[in-house]
């Protein structure tokens, strides 16, 4: 079966711009998470979306934003780029919202790498 | 302050080597997970424990609650394991992170 897909895979912005990543999750999961990951903060938890609704959201600015789609399909948006967002930015599946924010039984995504200049 | 703190942060083994990477914690948890990256950016995930210990092919982990610690070990280490090792906690709707573990195998 299909994995995780993410698209783009790689994407460059300018300062200021505003970007949309998207996250195709396995077939069957309701729950897609976000992540971000950078060589100094290594891996932060942006949100996680099951049903269509936010059911938890990490420590990050208001430009950080994301939907679900019916299909499961999901998209995060960065408004207002700066320098700092650079990063790969990652998301998971899974069929189950478990407990936590990481449930049980989820695949990650190849990731979508995105530098600002 | 890090709630998760992994040590070592760098590992290279003979490839057969019995490796073991820590994992310790300051917050009570409902779960940890081990996860691994490999270069390119690709996670999967390996375990997650809530207590006592897991194990997989090659890979045991381990958790004690009581002393905040977990363990991964890799028995008859092979350079495909080269990755970096990643911990992660759930307490509550919060979660954090360690800043991984990157081990090479050579052969």
């Known amino acids: 079966k299909a994995g995780v897909t993410q698209t783009p895979r790689y994407l460059i912005k300018t300062r200021g711009q505003q970007v949309t990543l998207s996250c195709s999750p396995i077939?069957?999961?309701?729950?897609v998470s976000w992540y971000q990951q950078t060589p100094g903060q290594g891996l932060q938890f942006l949100f996680e979306?099951?049903?269509?609704?936010?059911?938890n959201k990490g420590n990050f600015p208001g430009r950080f934003s994301g939907r679900q789609f019916s299909n499961s399909r999901s998209e995060m948006n960065v408004s207002t780029l700066e320098l700092g967002d650079s990063a790969l930015y990652l998301c998971?599946?899974?069929?189950?919202?478990?407990?936590?924010?990481?449930?049980?039984?989820?695949?990650f995504g190849s990731g979508t790498r995105l530098t600002v200049v | 302050k890090n709630e998760v703190e992994q040590s070592p942060q760098n590992l290279t083994a003979q490839e057969g080597e019995f490796i073991t990477i820590n994992c310790s914690y300051s917050?009570?948890?409902?779960?940890l997970h081990w996860l691994q990256q490999h270069p390119g950016g690709g996670i999967v995930s390996l375990f997650m424990?809530?207590?006592g210990k897991k194990k997989h092919g090659r890979l045991i982990a381990t958790i004690n609650i009581q002393e905040k610690h977990s363990s991964l070990h890799i028995t008859a280490s092979h350079p495909r394991d080269s990755a970096v090792y990643i911990c992660?906690?759930?307490?509550?709707?919060?979660?954090?992170f360690g800043t991984g573990t990157s081990l090479t195998v050579i052969p």
């Open positions: 424990l809530s207590s």
């Open positions: 979306y099951f049903s269509e609704t936010q059911r």
């Open positions: 992660a906690v759930i307490t509550g709707n919060q979660f954090y």
């Open positions: 998971a599946s899974s069929l189950l919202t478990g407990t936590g924010i990481l449930p049980y039984g989820y695949t």
């Open positions: 917050v009570g948890i409902s779960a």
């Open positions: 077939s069957g999961h309701r729950s």
